[in-house]
C-alpha cells in the first residue's frame, strides 16, 4: 500500500517513509557544523588559554580542525540501505538520520571517488531541489547501483532544467553527449582528469596543511604563547 499525497510513501517492507524533502534539515545543520567546527576549534581554546583554564597544549588542536571539517561534510550525508519509493523518491539511512532525494527534482549531480588499499570507493553526490544532499552507490539488497535510476529520471528532465552535472559523473552515467547538447538539460559542472583523482588526497595535504599550521600560529599569538 503506497501513498503519494504530498510526497509521502510508506515502505512496504519496512516501518519507515519517505518523502520529499526529508533530511533537508540534517543537511543544514551538517552545513552550519561544518562551518562552525574549525572556528569553535580556534576561538575557545584561544579564549580559555588566555584565561589560563586550559593549557597551551589544546591550540594544537587547530591542526586538525579542517581535516574534521571536510570529513563531517564528506561522512554525514553518506548513505546505506538505500531504497526506490514510489514516485522516484529515493531514500536511504545517513550518519545524520534518512534522508530523502526526488530524482525528478534533481538539480546537481556529482562524484566522490576516494582511492583505496584495493579498490576506489565511488560515488554518487545527489542534491535535489528541496535542498536535501546524499552520497549513494549501490540499492539495498543486492549489487545494483543507483546509476540506471538516476540517468533515467536526469533523461525525463525538460529541456531548459539546467541540472549540474559534473564531469566525472558524466562519465559514470554515460551523459557526455547530452551534457553537450544545447538544450540546457544539464549544465557542466566541474572537471577532474581521471588521472588526478589518486592524488587528489596528496594534492588536498599540500592546500590542508599550510592552512592548518597558519591556524596554530595565530591561536599561538592571540593567546599570547609565542
Not at 36 to 47: E, R, T, Y
Not at 71 to 90: F, I, K, N
Not at 112 to 131: F, K
Amino acid at each position: 500500500m503506497t501513498t503519494n499525497a504530498r510526497g509521502l510513501t510508506p515502505d512496504s517492507t519496512e516501518s519507515t517513509t519517505a518523502c520529499a524533502g526529508q533530511g533537508r534539515t540534517a543537511r543544514l545543520v551538517t552545513d552550519i557544523t561544518v562551518l562552525l567546527i574549525p572556528v569553535a576549534m580556534f576561538a575557545v581554546p584561544v579564549a580559555l588559554v588566555r584565561a589560563g583554564t586550559i593549557s597551551d597544549a589544546f591550540l594544537l588542536l587547530n591542526i586538525g580542525s579542517l581535516l574534521i571539517s571536510v570529513m563531517v561534510a564528506a561522512y554525514a550525508p553518506m548513505g546505506w540501505h538505500s531504497r526506490l519509493h514510489d514516485g522516484d523518491l529515493l531514500s536511504a539511512r545517513t550518519l545524520t538520520g534518512r534522508r530523502t532525494v526526488d530524482l525528478r527534482r534533481l538539480t546537481k549531480v556529482g562524484r566522490l571517488e576516494v582511492p583505496g588499499e584495493t579498490r576506489m570507493d565511488d560515488r554518487l553526490i545527489l542534491t535535489d531541489a528541496h535542498g536535501v544532499r546524499v552520497i549513494l552507490n549501490k540499492l539495498k539488497g543486492g549489487d545494483a547501483t543507483v546509476d540506471a535510476h538516476v540517468r533515467r529520471a536526469l533523461m525525463m528532465r525538460p529541456p531548459g532544467a539546467g541540472v549540474v552535472v559534473s564531469d566525472r559523473a558524466a562519465e559514470r552515467l554515460d551523459l557526455h553527449k547530452e551534457l553537450a547538447r544545447p538544450n540546457s538539460r544539464f549544465r557542466a559542472g566541474r572537471k577532474i582528469r581521471e588521472g588526478l583523482i589518486g592524488w587528489l588526497p596528496l594534492l588536498s595535504a599540500f592546500v590542508v596543511t599550510p592552512v592548518s599550521f597558519g591556524l596554530l600560529a595565530l591561536a599561538l599569538t592571540l593567546a599570547d604563547v609565542l
